[in-house]
């Protein structure tokens, strides 16, 4: 091992981490690779892939999740995520720190940020090599080999460490704790990659904001023409798979700013699921994932090494990271214009939600700050067999630091200053709910979003849902009409409008206590309850 640069090991020591027996700085993939499978973290798939098992924690924990609190006035507790207090943060600091004094370490310095205007310097610092190589996967790598004179925040991850719940103030030995004003994040006893990179969203989730640059939980493509789209939506409503269009270039797959300039990308990667992928439907995540230098989690291997990708034996949650430029139609700036198109993706379980739907601005208003979807099985821990309906609000509540109509407010301003168009898209079930319905096929879905993108629809009639108030298309190219109205897909209609109703007043119900803080219009751009 090379010897650590001065500055670092000065880095690490105000980080209490000065007895560590070593430290592995910004190895290459190779490095890591090689190194994890050395040390029994993961072995190589027949294609090359490193293959790990994050078992128990194979998704996100978000009732491990807390705040350290500060005087903010605009901070916000997302459901799950608590507060404890900067005394609770040191002690469990300390703990955390002497356990990792005892380990090996991979250090690695990045970039959060592809907008040099608005590039966040990030140091993540692992006791395994290939959560190392998931960081190295999904952010924006340093070309200087300089390491980071204070960081703009530090992620310390132990998988080892155990908080002790009744001692330190938790709910269990697992913890994520995000500190903005010491610009630290500690990951203690889960291994989940996703909670890197989920910290990272958080925190850039506080910081842009506040520079009047709107953080959004959502997909980004471009055209040849320049024209930029969004796709926003929770994990397994389609944001990967549907913004990885041969016909357009990737700007990034998960998490953007929108700045007075355009749109820019948090990462340098993906973490796609890969449950049941079919390479037909999704040409390039598959050729993505069967390389090396991908990392793939909670897939299970034959005898032949060959990952078995429709086996939900480990967890339905599997997912691969991978550098963009792993995507041959990317957009190696990380950068693109303002959105022409906007699409909120939904996978409604209910199978009453129109497929495409065309939103004024205050029913975008209202739809973005409801985030209505349905979470699907394994996405987090104790979700249970069958996708359950919530409402997220901005499609990404557990990643909100910050109250949200914080956000809503600069969408607002954004789509009135660019006239973006925003349009609701349901790629959850048709014909009935789910176990009665099917899950709306992906190349219909596909020939909805180039219908808007080529402008086919810019002139089409629409009619508004009895109930739903939206405006749905009259025809699409190649998109059945029991499709596009979803009442007709269903045998029994008095049951499609009593689920529709249901659905409606849960709308409601949830949007109560946004009505003191957003305006009448946004209010009655709602369904209505009859």
């Known amino acids: 091992m090379e010897p650590l640069h001065e500055s670092l090991r000065s880095e690490l020591e105000k980080l209490g981490l000065s007895e560590v027996k070593e430290v592995r700085y ?122 980071h004179i204070d960081p703009d925040f530090t992620i310390l991850v132990s998988s080892q460490f155990a908080a002790d719940p009744q001692a330190d103030g938790l709910r269990s ?70 913004s990885s269009d041969p016909e357009r270039a990737l700007i990034g797959d998960d998490e953007h700013g929108w700045s007075d300039d355009g749109m820019f990308n948090f990462e340098g990667g993906c973490y796609a699921k890969t449950i049941r992928i079919n390479p037909q439907f999704e040409p390039l995540v598959w050729s993505a994932i069967n390389r090396f230098g991908c990392l793939i989690e909670n897939v299970p291997l034959d005898e032949n090494h060959h990952p078995d990708f429709d086996s939900s034996d480990i967890t339905e949650n599997t997912r691969a990271s991978y550098p963009l430029e792993y995507i041959a139609n990317y957009e190696p700036s990380g950068m693109g214009g303002h959105p022409n198109h906007i699409f909120f993706l939904t996978a409604d379980a209910f199978g009453v939600m129109p497929p495409l739907a065309k939103l004024n601005n205050a029913q975008a208003m209202y739809y973005f700050l409801s985030g209505y979807t349905s979470k699907l099985a394994g996405t987090e821990r104790g979700l249970g067999d069958k996708p359950q309906a919530t409402f997220s609000t901005c ?20 789509l009135t200053k660019h006239g973006t168009q925003v349009w609701l898209l ?70 499609y409008e009593s689920e529709a109703a249901q659905l409606a007043l849960k709308f409601t119900q949830n949007f109560d206590k946004y009505r003191d803080s957003v305006s009448h219009e946004v209010v009655e751009a709602g369904p209505r309850v009859r």
């Open 26 to 147: 910004n190895l290459d993939k190779t490095g890591l690779i090689t190194q994890a499978v050395l040390d029994g973290e993961g072995l190589l798939s027949d294609s090359g892939a490193l293959v790990v098992n994050t078992s128990p924690f194979t998704g996100r924990s978000p009732n491990d999740k807390y705040l350290i609190e500060n005087s903010d006035p605009d901070l916000w507790y997302a459901s799950g995520t608590e507060s404890l207090s900067e005394e609770q943060f040191f002690t469990l600091h300390s703990k955390l720190v002497k356990k990792m004094n005892t380990q090996h370490l991979y250090v690695r310095d990045m970039f959060a940020g592809a907008d040099p205007k608005y590039t966040a310097r990030v140091r993540v610092i692992t006791d395994l090599a290939w959560q190392n190589l998931a960081a190295s996967n999904m952010f924006i790598e340093s070309k200087s080999g300089e390491p």
């Open 173 to 242: 030995p697992a913890m994520v704790i995000l500190n903005f004003n010491a610009k630290q994040v500690l990951i203690g006893n889960t291994r989940y990659a996703g909670e890197i990179k989920k910290s990272v969203f958080t925190f850039m989730n506080y910081l842009l904001p506040k520079k009047g640059i709107l953080p959004l939980h959502c997909s980004a493509n471009k055209g040849h023409d320049g024209s930029v789209a969004l796709f926003f939506g929770l994990s397994g409503t389609g944001k990967t798979t549907l």
């Open 395 to 414: 499609f990404g509540a557990p990643f909100l630091p910050l109250k949200p109509t914080v956000y809503a407010r600069l969408l607002s301003e954004k």
């Open 426 to 495: 349901n790629t959850g079930w048709s014909g009935g709910g789910f176990g009665t319905g099917k899950r709306i096929a992906l190349p219909l879905t596909r020939a909805m979003i180039s219908a808007v993108l080529s402008g086919a629809l810019d002139h089409v009639e629409t009619h508004t849902h009895p109930i739903f108030g939206i405006e749905i298309p009259n025809e699409v190219p190649g998109v059945p009409q029991e499709i596009l109205n979803p009442e007709l897909s269903w045998i029994d209609r008095p049951a």
